[in-house]
């Protein structure tokens, strides 16, 4: 009957939706005399756990607590959930997974078992660890998971010689490629994406709107863009520019610089940390994708290839990447490959975590 | 049963494989009350057809011959086979499809009936088309059909900055990308790869040696190559150098030159004419590629992508090309890609006749 109920526990996880952000999604289930008598799940990054949801007016004295996720034992934005199992007077708690956040892993466990109660543990295990994929990666990083999408010529160009680039791709594999910006928690460009392409970085395909980021280090995207107006937008600048907002919905981030180039190491820490950015996606230009790579951070990548060649003087679809030696270079390997339309979609990576 | 004894004959076809070079595969079947009397096909180019296979030592009179193809009419290397159909005493004859060669077409089949003998043509005229695609479409235009093979990394490089290439393709790319020389007739490379990787270019996958082909109009090619032994090779020289042997299996051909390079239509006019050649792989290096697909000459293509990127600086898979617009650029459509060991390998062209 364990698996039963753990299996009702990880449906009610799913329901946190993408809303927990960098939390995990989390779902509980109180059992007594073989009766579901509630269901919790964490709704909202930096609101209540799914024990909290899961227990709040009930009477749980002698029951069982399925949940997928092992109850925190700290405090967090919250109290921890263990001493709320305890106090509830539970006879017993079935956990999917240990919980990957070192402040956790094991202590809710043993918080519990001191109190007297009957713990069982790895029920389920790998479905509840599926579910949180993305949190566990980010959670050992501490840097949001990030995918690379671009779109090429069969040689790997973006435009002729003379710039021209509309359209390379078909109109099956653009919408697809915006689709992917409703998977994800923001998306970033470089200034000079912004500046000539002007773009709105939203999502058409229904999906929700992502957090829009650009690598500004000057702040010269101009301000008549559409990237300062309608939907949050973070320019990330260097450190002489200040925080602060800019308009509206943009506002500016300071970050140190490394080499001349802004710090993509602690970009990913401010989004990870401080905007709860779980998932990024890097649409380009050329120069941004090849510092993604070249300092390890292409989690996963998506490439729609189109049925045309450009030549060698046709621009390139990445900017300079510098490795000793072929061995060294970027190595990575696919995971899937279709014909979409006109063109094919490829997408691999050394971490595949997302259905792109 | 018309359609019974034409499968037979498309069989008998079917067994003249490549030696047939730029003549078609062609079978015949004779057949009297029902029962099959000889069989015969086209078995070397230059020899015999099938008719004259078919009939040899046969008495014909009142029988039915069932022919893949139109029987000729035309004095070319061997005598009309109209006329010995006729001179034979054949009651019918029954023909898959009309010839595509402009000087048979039609004329064969008139032939036979002005002789009073009962014709019927287009009994499974689809399949007997498809055994000659390839005849048909060289027969047209007068020049092999060609395919392109080049191998690269996702980002459309073939080596890096420094010149390292080995390897970017993981083995059963480069097994299966040597299978495809046991596929054609020839195999053809530029100056420049022929010096530098001193290539064998043989098939050793168990396939027969293709003829090989080098571009080099200047007669570069170190004279202690591996392509100058062992098997033939046709060095395309420019008009000044004359022609001959070079050494025992090499020898040279002049082709005018075009715009200061070898004209690639002469070389294939000359390739189809006189060298017999149905199938052409060009297999590099980037400029040369880029020249077949400039000048309208990449008829299919297969392209190996290995899981790496190198980057801006990364030597290109294909040279210039010189297109004024996006639109005018070389634009084909993928027929099928998959996962090859590590690699994509990638299917597609404007004219998609071999299964590659």
């Known amino acids: 009957m364990d698996e039963v109920f753990m299996k009702l526990a990880i449906e009610e996880a799913r329901l946190g939706g993408r809303k927990t952000k960098t939390n ?23 609101q209540a756990h799914a024990e909290v949801n899961c227990l709040k007016n009930m009477d749980a004295r002698g029951a069982t607590l399925y949940v997928t996720l092992e109850p925190c034992s700290h ?30 892993q ?15 543990y790895g029920v389920l295990e790998e479905d509840c660890h599926k579910l949180n994929e993305i ?7 501490k840097r949001p998971y990030v995918f690379l999408k671009w779109a090429q010529s069969l040689d790997g160009k973006i435009a002729t010689a003379s710039g021209e680039s509309q359209w390379i791709t078909g109109e099956e594999a653009r919408k697809d490629a915006n689709r992917l910006r409703g998977l994800t928690d923001a998306i970033l460009v470089g200034r000079n994406t912004a500046s000539l392409d002007n773009p709105r970085l939203t999502c058409r395909t229904g999906g929700e709107n992502p957090l829009r980021i650009v690598l500004d280090s000057q702040l010269k995207t101009p301000r008549t863009h559409a990237l300062f107006k309608d939907q949050p937008t973070i320019f990330y600048v260097q450190e002489d520019l200040g925080n602060g907002p800019l308009t509206e919905t943009a506002r500016k981030v300071e970050v140190p610089l490394k080499d001349g180039k802004l710090s993509l190491k602690e970009i990913l820490r401010d989004l990870y940390e401080n905007q709860q950015v779980s998932r990024l996606m890097v649409e380009g230009g050329g120069q941004v994708l090849a510092s993604f790579i070249q300092e390890g951070y292409a989690d996963q990548f998506v490439v729609y290839e189109a049925p045309l060649v450009l ?3 046709g621009k390139p679809s990445l900017g300079d990447l510098h490795y000793p030696s072929l061995k060294e270079a970027f190595w990575s390997s696919f995971k899937e490959v279709d ?18």
């Open 24 to 46: 995990p999604l989390v779902g509980a289930v109180l059992v007594k005399d073989g009766e579901v008598l509630s269901k919790g799940h964490h709704e909202i990054f930096g």
């Open 75 to 104: 405090y967090g934005k919250t109290p921890p959930c263990a001493d709320l199992i305890v106090e509830k007077r539970l006879k017993r708690v079935v956990i999917g997974e240990l919980d990957s956040n070192p402040k956790v």
């Open 106 to 120: 094991g202590k809710g466990l043993a918080r519990l078992k001191e109190a007297g109660i009957d713990v069982t």
């Open 135 to 141: 949190f566990h990666f980010t959670m050992k990083r």
């Open 311 to 313: 030549g060698a003087k």
């Open 339 to 356: 014909i979409l339309g006109q063109d094919l979609k490829i997408k691999g990576g050394p971490e595949c975590l997302l259905e792109l």
